[in-house]
């Protein structure tokens, strides 16, 4: 599968964007708890995944720090997953990639190798 992030892009605090996934080849991800998501690295900080989608089910998976401003969505049709950021703050500042992540157990884990650039999102005071 390839994986192409895009949408990011500087905003000020408060403020709101919508990232795109667009994904390639990703026929295999319909079976069992595979899904596609993000993860993002700030300057200094540990990668931290973000959101999940299962492709299966449309179980969603959100981070603790995202929760209730982040919303992650996906069009089948297009083969492309979204992520709605709303109320950003300053700690989201971050370089955003899209991953393949994996529901096991009742938990989501991210694949945080090289998926492509990612995007840069700049939220600013």
């Known amino acids: 599968v390839q994986l192409q992030a895009s949408g990011g892009g500087l905003v000020q605090a408060g403020g709101s964007l919508r990232l795109s996934c667009a994904a390639a080849?990703?026929?295999?991800?319909?079976?069992?708890?595979?899904?596609l998501g993000w993860f993002r690295q700030a300057p200094g900080k540990k990668r931290e995944g973000v959101s999940c989608i299962i492709a299966r089910d449309g179980g969603t998976h959100y981070a603790d720090s995202v929760k209730g401003r982040f919303t992650i969505s996906r069009d089948n049709a297009k083969d492309t997953v979204y992520l709605q950021m709303n109320a950003l703050k300053l700690e989201d500042t971050a370089v955003y990639y899209c991953t393949i992540c994996l529901r096991s157990r009742g938990s989501v884990y991210y694949d945080y190798g090289d998926w492509g650039q990612g995007t840069l999102v700049t939220v600013s005071s």
């Open positions: 080849g990703s026929a295999g991800f319909t079976q069992d708890n595979y899904g």
